[in-house]
């Protein structure tokens, strides 16, 4: 596509629910990043993809959060028994060779709020 | 811990005034800086800096690197209504097995008033 397309655009979800987000790269990206970005902070690095490698989760902050993506394609972002804490806005980026300057797009993220 | 500090945190000006925006940064393995402005929720690229003391520039917006005093500054001068925004720093880091990871400061709020 175009652009880094994310749905949905808002979720709104009862405490203790799990919840999918998804987000699609631009066409030929090889790498994906997830960041989180709660109100008024800047964003927090979640998890990267590159190609067939294994993923680099180290930002995930606990072992609800999840995230998969087939080959370069779609990635879903998986957030289980939802905390009132994971209420933010999730971005998601995409690059064409894992590097800020190869053309690193932003998605217009997902905003999710947990009641 | 890599770590970026941005400030101020918010800043509220008049149209047509200019402003300079701080970035400070402390990271194991610098690659790049870069500067995007937030107005919704994407962020949309301003500029990626690599070199220190070579100003980029993009029409009332520039932006340079010290790395030497780990900072870098973004300067919007005759601000206009449209440039209200938040912006971002973040840096890159070299090295490693992720590439293109940035990590974020917090972000500085800018109001322009007409």
């Known amino acids: 596509g175009a652009g880094v397309s994310q749905s949905p655009s808002n979720k709104v979800t009862e405490k203790g629910k799990d919840v999918e987000l998804r987000c699609d790269p631009i066409s030929g990206h090889t790498a994906l990043y997830w960041y989180r970005q709660r109100l008024g902070q800047g964003l927090e690095f979640l998890i990267y993809f590159q190609g067939n490698s294994a993923p680099d989760k180290s930002g995930l902050p606990s072992d609800r959060f999840s995230a998969e993506r087939t080959g370069e394609s779609v990635s879903t972002l998986t957030i289980q028994r939802t905390q009132q804490e994971d209420s933010a806005v999730y971005l998601c980026?995409?690059?064409?060779?894992?590097?800020?300057?190869?053309?690193?797009?932003f998605g217009s993220g997902t905003r999710l709020t947990v009641v | 811990e890599d770590k970026v500090v941005q400030s101020p945190l918010s800043l509220v000006v008049h149209e047509g005034d200019t402003v300079t925006l701080n970035c400070s940064y402390e990271?194991?393995?610098?690659?790049?800086l870069l500067w995007y402005k937030q107005e919704k929720k994407a962020p949309t690229f301003l500029f990626m800096l690599t070199s220190s003391g070579i100003e980029k520039k993009s029409g009332r917006l520039s932006s340079i690197l010290d790395k030497k005093e780990l900072f870098s500054i973004l300067n919007i001068t005759a601000t206009q209504t449209g440039d209200s925004a938040v912006y971002l720093c973040a840096v890159e880091i070299a090295g490693g097995t992720s590439y293109g990871k940035l990590t974020f400061g917090q972000g500085t709020i800018l109001t322009v008033h007409p």
């Open positions: 990271v194991t393995n610098f690659r790049s």
């Open positions: 980026a995409s690059s064409s060779q894992g590097r800020a300057n190869y053309g690193y797009t």
